[in-house]
């Protein structure tokens, strides 16, 4: 999946956003979102963005249908990112998990969809 400069920025806040619940982005988890930020846009992540602004759910998705794409689509892709980001710093932890759910759940996603993109999330779903 391919996404435009401004909606890459914002997936990477929201990929950053997961990232920060256990506390500051380590060097592994850094060079992980940059990898994972690079399979969906050649833009470079705006970390200051991030110091200034925490990208909400909602505001994401609101995006994301303002661009016409898929939400569920973008919600998968932004539950295995997640999820194989959270894992940089050794483990997903129960509000890592949340907070992945809260992006998938506002971008539509079902729990298949969830399960579909990762089995780690397993445990929280409902």
């Known amino acids: 999946m391919k996404l435009d400069d401004n909606l890459a920025q914002l997936y990477a806040q929201a ?3 997961v990232a920060r619940v ?3 982005i380590g060097a592994d ?3 992980r979102l940059r990898t994972l930020v690079a399979a969906h ?3 470079e992540i705006d970390y200051e963005q991030s110091f200034f602004h ?3 759910a909602d505001e994401l998705a ?3 249908r303002a661009a016409n794409l898929d939400p569920r689509e973008v919600g998968r892709a932004l539950v295995s990112d ?3 980001l959270s894992l940089a710093d050794g483990d997903l932890n129960g509000g890592e998990a949340q907070a992945i ?3 998938a759940h506002a971008l539509g996603c079902t729990n298949d969809d969830i399960r579909s993109a990762t089995n780690m999330l397993d445990a929280w779903l409902h």
């Open 62 to 64: 609101a995006a994301v």
């Open 82 to 84: 997640a999820a194989a």
């Open 54 to 56: 925490k990208m909400t």
């Open 22 to 24: 256990d506390g500051e």
């Open 29 to 31: 988890e850094g060079a």
């Open 101 to 103: 759910l809260r992006y």
């Open 15 to 17: 990929l950053i956003a």
């Open 41 to 43: 846009t050649s833009v």
